[in-house]
């Protein structure tokens, strides 16, 4: 049988790249020269049969005699033949639906495998604007009191309040309703502090600290927080296998968000105001001092304005008294501002939506599961078929 020099080329060619051949060791194993197997590979040498017998004897599974030398091949000349690779899949159509449907079930039972989760949200709106808008009659009076604007913007970084280790604390321990009725905390739920296997044959106790610590960091694998940075909303997210206590925790975190920021939000105010109500009680005694040493003085020297050296004593009295007077006057002043400023600051943080038992589960997301395994199942049934041909 008369075989293709060119046609035989290509197969040695597609059969060492397949199979990750160098050409100087393929060259090597036939005994002939590199430059030689490229002139096979190009079918521009013909192949005699003692160099072929060699080729068999060396590579077993190389086949140069096919019963369809003729074959489209999908893959010509370091191009893909697109006609070629769908007429393939077409005819394996049957192959590659069962594949597809056989991994599409498969990923679906799987998730029957998975927990439920249920996710609640809360979402949380900064009220700040609101209330200047509010209070604009109050910041109108004290500029035209000549008082200066206190700068009060808002300094709080909401996802790393939601995230700390304060509002983790308390809420491992917080007691929510479950689904049942029953109220359990987080550390109950989890059963952290259920002793061990282990622990019944040492008669070791649990410790609290490692409980606490144990159940803060899997608290922080539940929750999630957003915030627009535009609009300033502020979504808390948080899931868990019982729908009530996704709900219990997500609106017990937000209502400790609002009150820290509340809290140390007017903690400042407070320090302020408290500092200068002690300044207004040293400095008006020590004004009531200097305007009796003025009193004093022109009621002992009533011709104090025709001596000299009287007039520089008077002088000096009235301008330390005159001094202590103005500051008297802004320490009132600044007094009533640290007073509006403080009730500025109650409340600057809303509650928008609060969160609810949610009906439907968050995860596992079946259709998803489904989707993805289809896609698995239709790729690799398509490789397949492929490689077969």
Do not use: C
């Not at 096919?66 to 893909?80: L, R, V």
């Not at 008669?203 to 609290?208: E, V």
């Amino acid at each position: 049988m008369e075989i293709d020099p060119l046609d035989l080329g290509k197969k040695i060619k597609r059969y060492r790249l397949i199979n990750d051949i160098r050409q100087e060791d393929m060259a090597e194993k036939m005994g002939v020269s590199r430059a030689t197997l490229i002139n096979y590979e190009k079918g521009y040498t013909a192949i005699n049969i003692d160099v072929l017998n060699r080729l068999k004897a060396q590579y077993k599974d190389f086949e140069y005699l096919q019963s369809n030398p003729d074959k489209p091949q999908i893959i010509d000349n370091n191009s893909i033949d697109f006609r070629v690779l769908s007429s393939v899949l077409y005819q394996n159509k049957l192959y590659i639906f069962l594949a597809t449907l056989i991994f599409s079930l498969a990923g679906l039972s799987s998730t029957f495998l998975f927990k439920k989760y249920y996710m609640s949200e809360i979402t949380l709106y900064p009220a700040k604007n609101e209330i200047n808008k509010g209070l604009g009659q109050f910041q109108s009076l004290a500029l035209n009191l000549g008082l200066n604007e206190l700068n009060n913007e808002q300094n709080f970084n909401i996802s790393d309040v939601v995230k700390s280790r304060l509002i983790a604390n308390k809420s491992v321990i917080k007691k929510v309703k479950m689904k049942n009725g029953n109220k359990v905390s987080l550390v109950e739920l989890w059963e952290i502090n259920k002793p061990s296997f282990l622990s019944s044959f040492y008669n070791t106790q649990t410790d609290s600290t490692f409980v606490i610590e144990k159940a803060i960091k899997k608290f922080s694998e539940h929750v999630k927080v957003s915030e627009d940075r535009i609009s300033g909303l502020i979504k808390i997210q948080t899931t868990f296998q019982d729908p009530y206590v996704s709900a219990g925790i997500a609106n017990y975190i937000g209502s400790q968000v609002e009150e820290y920021i509340q809290k140390e939000n007017s903690a400042q105010s407070k320090k302020e105001k408290l500092f200068i109500m002690d300044r207004l009680l040293i400095v008006k005694n020590e004004l009531e001092n200097a305007e009796k040493e003025l009193k004093y003085f022109k009621e002992r020297n009533r011709g104090y304005e025709d001596s000299p050296e009287l007039f520089m004593l008077f002088s000096q009295l009235f301008r330390e008294t005159e001094a202590k007077k103005q500051v008297y006057m802004t320490l009132q002043q600044q007094l009533e501002l640290a007073r509006i400023e403080e009730v500025k600051q109650s409340p600057i943080l809303h509650i928008l939506d609060k969160a609810v038992p949610p009906i439907n589960k968050s995860s596992p997301r079946r259709a998803l599961f489904l989707f993805i395994s289809g896609l698995i199942g239709l790729f690799m049934s398509s490789v397949s078929t492929v490689m077969r041909y």
